[in-house]
């Protein structure tokens, strides 16, 4: 999981199916906050008041471990609204970087042309963009400009992995977790970044992970449970929903605030966090309940995959049925190499998908995130007609 997250410049707007929203209700000072309208962590719209505090606070903790250095260029794809793309202007003019804006996520090809160009590099990337970049650089191709890959907002697979490390030898890449709620939680050293695959690393500095079960005690190490975040990345709350803030924000034993993410986590045997799912993408699978993010996670291990997303349709019977997306690491690589591939890293028979369909790319939208396939142009028609895997 990662950032996420849109900008609203008039939180006070109105729509067609709610009505204005007032005042805050948030106990905190919001002087000088900014509104930005995410998913979030309970996956209903709304609104994450992020203060002054919470951004300086990130914005300079971030930076350092990055290792942000005068005389870099960050060349930024995500859009401003998307909190991911909005901070690299924030960490541009903290520590004296260059911002070179490319229009958009989907400009692939404008994207490689700004980063062959020999200046010091720094890139942003969420896996969904790294993974078309992947598939639209020249055979080979490395870039030895780059010299700071930052990655959020989805699970990676090894593959990936792989292919970024060769594709950007000289750079450290950063593997990281987030959420709008709290900006950063996480990354992973760069050292560990095909060492730990699965792993998006250890806590930033400033900041508190723990792990718990439904009663919020701190499971025992290696099992899985819910995240929460206690530091000054925690921003106060949603504008105008007290009811929701309260679930998700709460108070501690020592009187600080905790956010409980709704995601699931557990830590490897060396303490780094392993992304498992999330509580409210739970399906129905083979008269099963499974989480689709632990599916995504566990067939993520392949080395054959760059990039998927799941989706869940139904047959003629209504009975449902699990689709994988697939970006395979080349052409040369088959939908029963993909199968094979999967069942070594599923945990139980259930989590193999029903139909797999191999794509040359996955849409993103202006976030650099996987978009809804049937919108995008010349997707429609395939998804219409998976190719069948027999189980």
Request: contains cysteine; aromatic residues 6%; proline residues 7%.
């Amino acid at each position: 999981m990662s950032d996420e997250g849109t900008l609203d410049p008039n939180p006070d707007h109105e729509d067609n199916d709610r009505p204005a929203r007032g005042a805050p209700q948030l106990e905190e000072n919001v002087d000088g906050a900014l509104i930005f309208s995410t998913s979030g962590s309970t996956g209903e719209p709304k609104c994450v008041v992020s203060t002054p505090k919470n951004r300086a606070f990130c914005t300079s903790t971030i930076g350092k471990y990055l290792g942000l250095r005068e005389g870099q260029c960050i060349v930024n794809a995500l859009s401003p609204s998307f909190d991911y793309g909005f901070y690299q202007g924030l960490l541009a003019q903290e520590f004296g970087l260059e911002l070179d804006l490319v229009a958009s996520a989907q400009l692939t090809g404008e994207v490689l042309e700004r980063i062959r160009r020999p200046r010091r590099i720094v890139l942003p990337l969420t896996p969904a963009l790294a993974a078309r970049l992947c598939r639209a650089m020249k055979p080979d191709e490395n870039f030895p400009a780059v010299e700071i890959v930052s990655l959020t907002g989805g699970g990676t697979s090894l593959g990936l992995r792989q292919r970024l490390a060769a594709a950007f030898p000289r750079a450290n890449i950063f593997a990281m977790y987030g959420l709008t709620e709290c900006k950063r939680v996480a990354y992973l050293d760069p050292v560990l970044f095909l060492a730990k695959p699965n792993s998006c690393g250890r806590e930033m500095d400033g900041v508190t992970g723990s792990i718990v079960d439904a009663a919020e005690n701190p499971v025992p190490a290696g099992a899985i449970g819910e995240l929460t975040i206690t530091g000054q990345n925690v921003c106060p709350g949603y504008w105008a929903d007290p009811v929701t803030t309260r679930l998700r924000f709460r108070t501690g034993p020592d009187g600080n605030r905790v956010l409980f993410t709704g995601d699931y986590f557990r830590r490897d045997k060396d303490g780094y966090l392993e992304f498992i799912g999330r509580a409210d993408k739970l399906v129905k699978v083979r008269d099963e309940l499974v989480s689709l993010g632990t599916i995504e996670t566990e067939l993520r291990r392949s080395k054959l995959v760059l990039d998927l997303t799941l989706r869940m349709g139904v047959d003629d019977l209504g009975i449902p049925l699990l689709s994988a997306l697939v970006v395979p690491q080349g052409p040369w690589v088959s939908e029963s190499e993909i199968l094979k591939s999967f069942r070594q890293y599923i945990s139980r028979p259930g989590h193999l998908p029903h139909k797999i369909l191999l794509l040359n790319e996955l849409p993103v939208n202006a976030h650099g995130k996987h978009d809804d396939l049937k919108g995008a142009d010349g997707m429609s028609e395939a998804l219409a007609s998976p190719v069948p895997i027999s189980l």
